[in-house]
């Protein structure tokens, strides 16, 4: 069975930074479409970030181009999300998320995803 467990959650200054993680265990995150996506209270799950399956490229939703870096962690089965220059608008619960099948048309969609974790939670002071 998938089993993901996202950390590094906690408080953070507007303009600060925070590393997220995912550990896996049951699947091979090389060969695992992971993704990150947030939601905030009231409002529907969002799209943040994913790493196709093999190394197919990154994707990032347009919220966090440029300031968030989404990768694989060497000698890990873990998946990280560095979060810089944040905003308050980043405030949500991060939820890692996993699928063997990464499909290029549902890779942002929550619909595309059978496995996620917990969620850890990022506040962003303001």
């Known amino acids: 069975q998938v089993q993901l467990v996202e950390s590094g959650g906690g408080l953070v200054q507007t303009g600060g930074s925070r590393r997220l993680s995912c550990a896996v265990s049951?699947?091979?995150?090389?060969?695992?479409?992971m993704a990150w996506f947030r939601q905030a209270p009231g409002k529907e799950r969002e799209f943040v970030a994913a790493?196709?399956?093999?190394?197919?490229?990154?994707d990032y939703g347009d919220a966090v181009k440029g300031r968030f870096t989404m990768s694989r962690v060497n000698g890990e089965n873990t998946v990280s999300l560095q979060m810089n220059s944040l905003k308050p608008e980043a405030t949500a619960d991060y939820y890692c998320?996993?699928?063997?099948?990464?499909?290029?048309?549902?890779?942002?969609?929550?619909?595309?995803?059978?496995?996620w974790g917990q969620g850890t939670q990022v506040t962003v002071s303001s």
């Open positions: 790493i196709r399956r093999y190394g197919c490229g990154t």
């Open positions: 049951g699947r091979t995150v090389s060969s695992t479409t």
């Open positions: 998320a996993a699928t063997s099948t990464g499909l290029l048309s549902t890779v942002q969609l929550v619909t595309g995803y059978n496995a």
